[in-house]
Each structure stands twice: as C-alpha cells, then as structure tokens.
C-alpha cells in the first residue's frame, strides 16, 4: 500500500507538471523582457527582415549577446520577424505592427 501511495503521488506530480502549460520561451535568465518591447522594424536599421547582433546591440545597448542568442530560436545569429513576435508573445507584449 505504501508502494502504491508513492507512485500515486510522483504520478500526480509528474503530471501538474507536465500539464502546467507553462514552457518558458528559452531557458537561460534574461532581464526585464519588457525593456525589448520594441517594433521590429525599428531594430532592422539594415531593412533586410533580419535582425544581427550589431544592430540589436545599436538598439538595445543594455543587451547581453545572451538575451540576443535566447532570442534566437534557430540559433542562426540573426533574428528574424516571426522569432521576435514569438519572443515577444511569449512575454505578454503586443505588436507595434
């Protein structure tokens, strides 16, 4: 009966966790992600859809190369529209488009 109570119990707890619906955008510790609210185009100073470090770093100089690289899905070393959205999404920020 003991047996049985403890794998009921790591069940329900493996469960309330993976049903949380709460995944984090990326796993690495980033500062106030609303101090990134920013329009996408604004970021492109390149106009080119695509965002690289130099521009994020012109932009956003409190940045880290580790917020940029978090956002940065495809891991790539640029962003792209659809990765700063989901970024942004994922922190509860609305577009400026």
């Known amino acids: ?9 790591l069940v329900i707890s493996g469960l309330l966790v993976g049903c949380s619906g709460k995944t984090p955008y990326h796993g ?8 990134f609210n920013d329009h996408f185009g604004d970021i492109d100073t390149g106009g080119d859809e695509l965002v690289d470090w130099e521009e994020f770093k012109a932009h956003f100089p409190h940045a880290t190369e580790q917020v940029f690289k978090a956002i940065d899905q495809n891991g790539d070393n640029r962003l792209n529209h659809d990765e700063w959205h989901q970024f942004k999404e994922a922190h509860g920020m609305k577009d400026h488009d």
């Open 1 to 9: 009966m003991q047996r049985f109570s403890i794998i009921l119990v």
């Open 28 to 35: 690495t510790p980033m500062p106030d992600p609303q101090t």
